[in-house]
C-alpha cells in the first residue's frame, strides 16, 4: 500500500531533479493514477481528482500529466484512433488492449526482453523506447476479474 506521504515524497523528489516544483494539483493527478491503474484518459482523470479537488480545471489535469511524463513518472500510451491514456507502472511491460470494452491491461515483460527486442534493429536506428502492444479479446472469465489479472 502506498501512502500519501510516500507519493509526495516521490513526486517532490523526482520533479525537483527535473526542475520542476511539487503543486497540490500534480500530486492530487498522480495519486489518482496510482490509485487506479486502469490507463485513464485526461479526461476519466479529471473526473476522478474532481471530488478531491472541485476548482481544477481539465487544462490544469493535461498540464499536470504532461509534467508527470516528462518527468517520467508516468508513461503517456497511445492506441490509434483513442485519447493518450496514462499508465504510472514504470516498470518494463507491454499493454493488452482489448479491442472490444478498450480496457488495457499491463503485461509484464520477462527480464531482457526489451533488449533482446533492440537488439534486432539494425546499428544506424537508435531506439529511444520500444512499445509492446497487444491487441485483442479478454476471456469473459478475465473481464470478470481485477483489472489487473490476465
Ligand atoms: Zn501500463
Redesign the pocket.
Known sequence: MISNADISETLSQRLSDSGLRSTPQREVVYSVLLKK?D?PTAEEVFARVKPEMPMISLATVYNCLETLVQCDLV?A?NFERGPTRY???LHP?A?FHDVETGA???VDLPAGLLDQVKAILPEDFKASSVEIIFRGKESPKARGGEPSSI
Do not use: A, L
Open positions: 491503474r490507463h508513461r500510451v499508465c504510472p507502472n511491460h499493454h488495457t491491461h499491463d
